[in-house]
C-alpha cells in the first residue's frame, strides 16, 4: 500500500469519527466530498440553525409556577431588540393594508416570520388564514387568536408609516393584534421546553367583514382545542392596561334593510306615511318590549324616499341595525323584527303598498354576542394581575361592537379583553374606524407579554 492510499485510508476513518461524533452531541454534521481523489472536509449547518430561532430561556421552576416565571416573560418581552422587532413589523404590516380575505402579503409576512422562528403551521385556512402550533405536540390545546385585515378607510394621520395604499388603513388596530401574537410566538418559542402541551396561533382574516372566524372553524382551526383567547385594541384604557369582564362583553350585531313600493305601478299610494308608520313600529320593540336592565337596540339608522320636493317617491329604503348582550334577547329581537315585517306588510297595505325584508344573512352579517367563559376570564385576571399588577386590570364596561370572535367562544370556552392604547401625548385618542385612528407602540411587549402568559400558564395549570 503506497503512501496516498494510507493517507486516503487515515482521512476517512477521520470523517468517520467525526460524523459519529456530530451525531452523538448534535453538533453541525460535517459534509465529506472526494474531489479528484483529494478529501474535502467542511463544516455543514444542520436545517434551521439561525441565530434568528430563539435560545432556550426559562427556568425549569417554572414547571410550577412562581412570580419568578411571570417576570421572565416580561423582561423578554421588554427586550430592547425584541421591541424594535415588534415595532418593525407593526408598522410594516401598517403600510400595507389589505381588506378581508385579501390578505395575501400580510399572510406572508407572519409565515415569514414563523420560518424565521421554526414554527410549525397549515396554510391556507380560509384563503389566507394560518394555524400555527408550539409546544409539545400533543394535549392540552389552547389557542391565542389575532385578526389581519384592514378597513377601507383613507388614513388621516400624518406620520413615517401612512398607509401607501389609497382608501385602506389599518384604523381598527388589526395590524398591533397580528404584531403582538408574533411576539407571543417568539416568547412561547424559546420556553417551548417548558410547555406542558401545545399552544395554537390563529392569524385570521376578515374579522370586520366576511364572518372569518367562521370560515376558520370550517377549516379546522379548533381541532382538539379546549379554550381560546384574543385580544383587541382600546382607546378607553390607558396604554398598557388590561380590561375585560365574564359573562357578555360585546354585543350581538345584525342589520336589517327594509323595501317599500306601491303594490300597483302608477299608484299614488304615500310611501313616506308607509315607511314612517314602520320605523314607529320597530322603534317600539325594545322600549315596549325589553326590560330596562337588559340593553337591547333596535335603530332605524336609514330612511331614503329620494331627493324630490314635490312628488311621492315610488319606492322607500329603510333600514338599520339591532344589537343585544345575549344570545336569548339577539335572536328575540331577530324574530320581532321578522313578525313586524308581517304587520309591516298589513300597515303598509292599508296605504296601498307592499314591502321586502332582508337581514344580510347570506352576506354573514350577523354577529352573535361575545360572551367570556367565567372560568377563562378568572385565568386572564390572575395572570394579567402577577404579570403586570393589580394597577394595570381593569373591569372593563359591556360594549355595543360586535366581534365575530363570538363564533369562536359559541364553540369552546373563550375570553376576549382589551389592552389600553390610549396615550393623549400621542394623539392616541380616537376611536376604531376613524380615519385618525393610531396607537401607542408601547402596548406592544405588553401584549406580546399577555399572551404568552396566558398560553403558558394556562397549560401549566392544566397539567398540574
Known amino acids: 500500500m503506497d503512501s496516498l492510499q494510507k493517507l486516503n485510508l487515515l482521512f476517512i476513518s477521520l470523517a468517520i469519527t467525526i460524523v459519529s461524533l456530530n451525531i452523538a452531541t448534535d453538533l453541525p454534521f460535517i459534509e465529506v466530498k472526494f474531489p479528484n481523489n483529494n478529501i474535502l472536509l467542511r463544516t455543514t449547518p444542520v436545517k434551521n440553525q439561525s441565530s434568528s430561532i430563539p435560545s432556550r430561556v426559562g427556568s425549569d421552576e417554572c414547571r410550577l409556577w412562581t412570580q419568578v416565571c411571570s417576570d421572565e416573560i416580561l423582561r423578554l418581552a421588554h427586550e430592547p431588540e425584541n421591541v424594535a422587532w415588534l415595532k418593525r413589523v407593526r408598522r410594516t404590516i401598517h403600510e400595507n393594508p389589505e381588506l378581508a380575505f385579501e390578505e395575501f402579503e400580510t399572510s406572508r409576512l407572519v409565515r415569514t416570520e414563523l420560518d424565521r422562528l421554526d414554527i410549525r403551521y397549515k396554510y391556507p385556512l380560509a384563503k389566507t388564514g394560518i394555524r400555527a402550533w408550539i409546544g409539545s405536540g400533543g394535549a392540552p390545546f389552547v389557542a391565542v387568536r389575532a385578526d389581519m385585515d384592514a378597513l377601507p378607510i383613507q388614513e388621516a394621520v400624518e406620520w413615517k408609516h401612512k398607509s401607501k395604499v389609497a382608501g385602506k388603513m389599518h384604523a381598527c388596530g388589526h395590524d398591533a393584534h397580528v404584531t403582538m401574537l408574533l411576539g407571543a410566538a417568539q416568547i412561547l418559542k424559546s420556553r417551548e421546553h417548558l410547555l406542558k402541551g401545545t ?83 320597530l322603534q317600539g320593540i325594545v322600549s315596549r318590549e325589553a326590560s330596562p336592565l337588559d340593553a337591547q337596540v333596535v335603530s332605524v ?15 322607500v329604503v329603510l333600514g338599520g341595525t339591532f344589537r343585544a348582550f345575549s344570545n336569548s ?136
Do not use: W
Not at 373591569?395 to 390610549?422: K, L
Not at 396607537?439 to 411587549?445: A, G, K, N, R, Y
Open 329 to 464: 334577547s339577539f335572536y328575540y329581537l331577530m324574530k320581532r323584527i321578522r313578525e313586524v315585517r308581517i304587520v309591516l306588510m298589513e300597515q303598509v297595505g292599508v296605504f296601498g303598498c307592499k314591502a321586502t325584508l332582508n337581514f344580510f344573512e347570506e352576506q354573514n352579517a350577523i354577529y352573535p354576542p361575545t360572551t367570556n367563559d367565567d372560568g377563562m376570564y378568572t385565568h386572564l385576571k390572575k395572570v394579567t394581575v402577577d404579570l403586570l399588577g393589580d394597577n394595570n386590570f381593569a373591569v372593563a364596561p359591556q360594549v355595543m361592537g360586535a366581534e365575530d370572535f363570538a363564533f369562536y367562544s359559541e364553540v369552546i370556552p373563550a375570553a376576549f379583553y382589551f389592552i389600553g392604547i390610549r396615550n393623549e401625548e400621542l394623539g392616541s385618542v380616537h376611536i376604531g374606524h376613524s380615519p385618525h385612528f393610531m396607537i401607542d407602540e408601547d402596548s406592544l411587549p405588553v401584549g406580546a407579554a399577555v399572551h404568552a402568559a396566558v398560553a403558558e400558564r394556562y397549560l401549566n395549570d392544566k397539567r398540574s
Open 301 to 315: 339608522t336609514s330612511f331614503d324616499g329620494g331627493h324630490s320636493l314635490d312628488a311621492v317617491p315610488d319606492t
Open 199 to 281: 399552544v395554537i396561533l390563529l392569524f385570521q382574516p376578515a374579522e370586520e367583514a366576511g364572518n372569518g372566524a367562521k370560515k376558520m372553524i370550517e377549516d379546522g382551526a379548533l381541532d382538539d382545542v379546549e379554550a381560546i383567547f384574543a385580544v383587541h385594541v382600546s382607546h378607553e384604557h390607558p396604554t398598557g392596561v388590561i380590561g375585560s369582564r365574564s359573562g357578555p362583553l360585546l354585543a350581538g350585531c345584525g342589520f336589517f334593510r327594509a323595501i317599500i313600493t306601491s303594490e300597483k305601478s302608477g299608484s299614488s299610494a304615500d310611501l313616506i306615511i308607509a315607511a314612517s308608520s314602520a320605523v314607529i313600529s
